[in-house]
């Protein structure tokens, strides 16, 4: 009332009023917009980061940065393109994995405690091992953890996961398919299980295997027509007896391994609490 009264009076500051109204308009709309490339560039970075540690986490495991001698190599820089990821961002974590040891970078595995009974295995590419150390120190006070020996918790093995190419033929069931990939991979491996539905247009298959059989086994699934695409080959660490969490318990773990795959010289993190999936 008071307003439509002293805008009776005068024209003038009725238009003030209506040019300060717009101002804020605009500038709230811009903050949203800001807030918004702020979101995706922040999302960006992150996906970014995940491929410049898988790709170094393959070319060490595969020994060479040539992705046409490594299946798992070459899996990763195709899903990277498909992602969108730069190209100038996976030459440069190509160049960062197959020259570090020149420039004294080394991988380098820490063990902590969570909580006195979650085992983490923390790997890290890293030219600095005092200043590692002390940032992933803080990191797990922070949350309740320290360095410790945990790898006898743990046992190395290797990790191959494929997607199953769909069949031509409407009335080949892909269950034929999955049987036939299977055969291929037994002589190499120690166990296998199968994520989704045979009546599905997506089926994986994730093997694991000792160590020395890592590379015949992936040469044998790659070679196989059934196999679509190699989707994941490397060497992991997977807990003896994944121990189960509470819901609390989950999330503070999943918080913390955040955290710790934030750190620039972090490559892979693996906990003992049972994920269902590597």
Known sequence: MFRAAVACRCGLVQRAFSTTGSALAGHNKWSKIAAKKGINDMKKSMVYGKVSRDIMVAVRSGGSADPSVNAALAAILKAAKSSGVP???IESALKKASGDKDKGSQLATYEAMAFGEVGIIIECLTDNSTRTVH???ELL???DARLTPVKYLFTRKGLVRVAIREPEDVDEPIGTRVEHVIEVALPFVDDFSQNGAESGDTMELKFTCQPENLGKLTSALTSTPEVGELLAGELVYVPIEAGAADEQMEGQIANL????????D?????????????
């Open 257 to 264: 391994v955040e955290m710790l795959e934030e750190h620039e």
């Open 266 to 278: 972090t490559l892979r993190v693996y906990t003992t609490i049972d994920s269902g999936a590597t």
């Open 141 to 143: 006070t922070d949350h």
């Open 87 to 89: 190209r100038n961002n």
């Open 135 to 137: 940032r992933l120190r």
